[in-house]
């Protein structure tokens, strides 16, 4: 099986852009989709992209997703940040299994 | 709207077990699978498994093969998460979602605490 490595924290001033990576360890990072959930504090998860680069309805378009073989990674890119956006953010792919792979996570600081 | 509705915090003792039921509304119930994610105390998510509201076909993670067992009801459109043999460590917020591959809604989570 292969794991998703996320840093564990990253900080921004609003207005800025941000990148948040997650890193395949083994496997073609293009074998299967990555999705990306933002977490806020006492709440569920939800969906801010899917199959990649796809962005849900509602979910604004300063939050994109893209996946860079050469790197095997992929990325979560937020841009014009906003107070709101501080969260923590969780990358998640599937093996060849059908069976869910979540990075670690990474908190993000809009300070 | 679509919705998953989970059923109330639990206290259990080790060596115990817990069944979280996870109610949907707001679409064809057998159309998609039930996934289960927990997540422990200040830490991350970890995928559990999921059930095919179809046709009962399961996929569990490797770690939790032989104490988890996932089930649907579709007469209710309700899907259930039995785990036993509780350890301390199993204490987690435990959430159900819509989907295979990916996740979207997740239900309000349900606090699981197992102390002595």
């Known amino acids: 099986n292969f794991m998703l490595t996320q840093p564990h924290s990253v900080s921004e001033s609003p207005g800025k852009t941000v990148t948040i990576s997650c890193t395949r360890s083994?496997?073609?990072?293009?074998?299967?989709?990555v999705q990306w959930y933002q977490q806020r504090p006492g709440s569920a998860p939800t969906t801010v992209i899917y199959e990649d680069n796809q962005r849900p309805s509602g979910v604004p378009d300063r939050f994109s997703g893209s996946i860079d073989s050469s790197s095997n990674s992929a990325s979560l890119t937020i841009s014009g940040l906003k107070t709101e956006d501080e969260a923590d953010y969780y990358c998640?792919?599937?093996?060849?299994?059908?069976?869910?792979?979540f990075g670690g996570g990474t908190k993000l600081t809009v300070l | 709207q679509v919705q998953l509705v989970q059923s109330g915090a639990e206290v259990k003792k080790p060596g115990a077990s817990v069944k979280v039921s996870c109610k949907a509304s707001g679409y064809t119930f057998t159309s998609y699978g039930i996934s289960w994610v927990r997540q422990a105390p200040g830490q991350g998510l970890e995928w559990m498994g999921w059930?095919?509201?179809?046709?009962?076909?399961?996929n569990y993670a490797q770690k939790l093969q032989g104490r988890v067992t996932m089930t649907t009801d579709t007469s209710t459109s309700t899907a259930y998460m039995e785990l036993r043999s509780l350890r301390s460590d199993d204490t987690a917020v435990y959430y159900c979602a819509t989907g295979r591959s990916w996740f979207d809604p997740w239900g309000q989570g349900t606090l699981v605490t197992v102390s002595s």
């Open positions: 083994s496997g073609s990072i293009a074998s299967n989709y």
């Open positions: 998640q792919s599937y093996d060849s299994s059908n069976r869910g792979v």
């Open positions: 059930i095919s509201a179809y046709n009962g076909n399961t």
